[in-house]
């Protein structure tokens, strides 16, 4: 195996792993394989590591969201501690 080339083995542990450092170090190479049952596990792994990041990606996006309601709900109650009319 050469340094511009990733085996199935590596893509199957980075995914099991959900190790998305190392997915993204594999994106950048091509793959190598012996056979053409092999070639179309590989393909197979490539579509399940996009769902994966897919649902990373959205669940990301939720807890940003979440972050921003908090936040939104501090300076609010900050705003009405500090709202004092008498």
Known sequence: MSA???TLNELKLAFINE??????????KK???SS??????????????NTLLYAKKKEI?????????LK????EKNA???DFKG
């Not at 190790?19 to 950048?28: A, H, M, P, T, V």
């Not at 939104?72 to 300076?75: D, L, R």
């Open 4 to 6: 511009e080339t990733f």
């Open 19 to 28: 190790d998305i450092e190392k997915l993204k170090e594999l994106s950048e």
């Open 31 to 33: 793959p190598e394989f």
């Open 36 to 49: 053409f049952e092999e070639a179309k596990e590989i393909q197979s792994y490539i579509k399940k590591i």
């Open 61 to 69: 996006f939720n807890e940003m969201q979440k972050i921003k309601k």
């Open 72 to 75: 939104e709900f501090q300076k």
């Open 80 to 82: 009405k501690n500090f």
